[in-house]
């Protein structure tokens, strides 16, 4: 079995400060994205044996499921970015995709104030684009994606 692997410190700091222009601080205090009793935690990825079906990304880097636009927890997520940022959902690309164990219960988004369990948890991290802007959303093992202003980058990703 292989070990996890640290994200690279670049990227989580281009995550943050792409992020941190987004605005707000933690998880976001709205409504959740489309709240549904149905919903079903993501699955693991999946190799993609086309590249179209990997948006925008260069080869190093690890392919999309095929289906990830269709899961419900990424449809909410979508539907709750296109709001933030007023475009349509089309506008959006997928950035990133990835299952990762979040070093405590804040799930990378902790907000001032409040008590988090400090053991880890399975969950997953979900990039998404609208231009320049990067909107990162985050989900525990419930895997339902919750919008972070302000991640702290304290995740490892797995092997899935």
């Known amino acids: 079995m292989r070990q996890p692997t640290l994200l690279a410190p670049a990227l989580a700091a281009a995550l943050l400060t792409a992020c941190a222009s987004t605005g707000g601080g933690g998880q976001s205090t709205d409504s959740p994205a489309t709240p549904s009793p149905s919903r079903a935690a993501p699955t693991s990825p999946t190799t993609a044996s086309d590249?179209?079906?990997?948006?925008?990304?260069p080869s190093t880097r690890p392919l999309l499921p095929a289906d990830l636009r269709e899961q419900?927890?990424?449809?909410?997520?979508?539907?709750?970015?296109?709001?933030?940022?007023?475009?349509?959902?089309?506008?959006?690309?997928?950035?990133?995709?990835?299952?990762?164990?979040?070093?405590?219960?804040?799930?990378?988004?902790p907000r001032p104030?409040?008590?988090?369990t400090q053991s880890t948890v399975?969950?997953?991290?979900?990039?998404?684009?609208?231009?320049?802007?990067?909107l990162a959303y985050h989900a525990g093992p419930d895997g339902e994606f919750h919008?972070?202003?302000?991640?702290?980058?304290g995740f490892i990703v797995r092997e899935s």
């Not at 399975?122 to 990067?134: H, Q």
């Open 113 to 116: 104030g409040k008590a988090y």
């Open 72 to 109: 419900p927890a990424v449809e909410a997520a979508l539907a709750d970015a296109a709001r933030r940022q007023r475009v349509s959902e089309g506008d959006i690309a997928l950035a990133s995709w990835s299952p990762v164990t979040w070093d405590d219960g804040s799930i990378g988004c």
């Open 122 to 134: 399975d969950g997953w991290l979900l990039l998404l684009r609208v231009e320049m802007t990067l």
């Open 51 to 57: 590249p179209a079906e990997v948006e925008g990304s």
């Open 147 to 153: 919008f972070c202003a302000e991640p702290d980058g």
